[in-house]
């Protein structure tokens, strides 16, 4: 499987945004409006596709990748680079979650050298939180919002 990276584009923000993920990730499920459009075009997001065809997933750097309700709580006040992902439903549960997560990290680690990467996931998500673990994160925070908790990790 070959990876690529392309910037984020009118077409693939809504395909991204139509995505459906059955139940319990259907929390990552999005709507897709002209302000959802707008912020996946935003120059943050980036689109992983395989062989230069199937579309895998995307990813987010900055503020973009933050809750941004886990500010109330200073979960963000270290120096990271913060990352957000999702990985297209179809293609999740079958093996592609360490490529796909290693493939983001080794582009950010090319790019960002020496600082520490930091992600939010939903405490419900046990099986991208043992992901990350796998691939060298550790929990440092967690908050609570009207709506699920967090988990905040740092690599």
Not at 132 to 137: D, I, N, V
Request: aromatic fraction near 14%; include cysteine; charge should be negative.
């Amino acid at each position: 499987m070959e990876i690529s990276i392309e910037h984020m584009s009118e077409q693939i923000a809504k395909k991204i945004l139509g995505w459906k993920y059955e139940q319990p990730y259907d929390f990552y499920n999005n709507e897709l409006t002209d302000e959802s459009i707008k912020e996946l075009l935003d120059g943050f997001y980036y689109a992983l596709v395989i062989d230069k065809q199937t579309l895998l997933g995307f990813f987010c750097i900055g503020e973009s990748a933050q809750v941004p309700v886990g500010n109330q709580f200073g979960v963000y006040s270290d120096d990271c680079v913060d990352i957000g992902l999702g990985m297209n439903p179809k293609l999740v549960g079958q093996g592609n979650g360490f490529e796909f997560c290693s493939f983001i990290l080794s582009h950010i680690e090319n790019n960002h050298s020496g600082i520490p990467i930091r992600l939010t996931v939903a405490k419900f998500n046990e099986r991208a939180i043992h992901l990350y673990e796998k691939l060298g994160f550790v929990r440092k925070n967690e908050f609570t919002t009207d709506f699920s908790g967090f988990i905040v990790m740092v690599k």
